[in-house]
Nanobody
């Protein structure tokens, strides 16, 4: 069982930056692929970024590529999402997720993840 707790959301002006954190419970964090997803009001939850269990492999949605950076610190059981050059369309609830994913082709799929946090709200004003 893994419990995930996100933090770092808030209100920011367009062009600004935020850093989200997700802390995981348990001693098996380093075994999990971690992902960040987001869900805007009235829209489906969508993939934002993912990172392999040991960290060298990362993958981003086209909408955030070049602006967001995902990273992890396995010693701290934490995954981060650094968000730069934020746009109003980035406004959403952001969720971290953990999964035992064998193929990186499944990284973007919601169903690939077994554990989810409660989310943290990000609002970008224009």
């Amino acid at each position: 069982q893994v419990q995930l707790v996100e933090s770092g959301g808030g209100l920011v002006q367009a062009g600004g930056a935020l850093r989200l954190s997700c802390v995981a419970s348990g001693r098996t964090f380093s075994m999990y692929v971690m992902g960040w997803f987001r869900q805007a009001p009235g829209k489906e939850r969508e993939f934002v970024a993912g990172i392999s269990s040991s960290g060298p492999y990362v993958y981003y949605a086209d909408s955030v590529k070049g602006r967001f950076i995902i990273s992890r610190d396995n010693a701290k059981n934490t995954v981060y999402l650094e968000m730069n050059s934020l746009k109003p369309e980035d406004t959403a609830d952001y969720y971290c997720a953990a999964g035992m994913i064998n193929s990186y082709r499944d990284l973007t799929r919601l169903g690939s993840y077994d554990y989810w946090g409660q989310g943290t709200q990000v609002t970008v004003s224009s």
